[in-house]
Nanobody, 125 residues
Framework: QVLLVESGGGLVQAGGSLRLSCIAS????????MAWFRQAPGKERDFVVA????????SYADSVKGRFTISRDNAKNSVYLQMNSLKPDDTAVYYC??????????????????WGQGTQVTVSS
């Protein structure tokens, strides 16, 4: 059974930091591009960042460039999202996802076949 379990969310003041973790089971992440998406209340789910199988290539949404960093530890079957300089606009549920195909753009959520349950990030002003 494929599972993705996120953790690390919470309440933080603007300017603060959080580190999200995503632990995978039922498959080996080394064979997949992995990504983080987020969904704010009343809004559509948005792409945040993706990382290729080797970790060499990453792709960030413009809104988080320079503030967020994705990483992966294939030995631990885990993906991480370091979030710095957080803003109230970053408030959302953050989801970890597995990309179905090796090709194609990173930002299309329908290209991802497994999702975690999400972890809430709330940034207060």
């Amino acid at each position: 059974q494929v599972l993705l379990v996120e953790s690390g969310g919470g309440l933080v003041q603007a300017g603060g930091s959080l580190r999200l973790s995503c632990i995978a089971s039922g498959f080996t992440i080394s064979g997949y591009t992995m990504a983080w998406f987020r969904q704010a209340p009343g809004k559509e789910r948005d792409f945040v960042v993706a990382i290729t199988r080797s970790g060499v290539t990453t792709s960030y949404a413009d809104s988080v460039k320079g503030r967020f960093t994705i990483s992966r530890d294939n030995a631990k079957n885990s993906v991480y999202l370091q979030m710095n300089s957080l803003k109230p606009d970053d408030t959302a549920v953050y989801y970890c996802a597995r990309k179905s195909f090796t090709s194609g753009p990173y930002y299309r959520d329908f290209d991802y076949d497994y999702w975690g349950q999400g972890t809430q990030v709330t940034v207060s002003s």
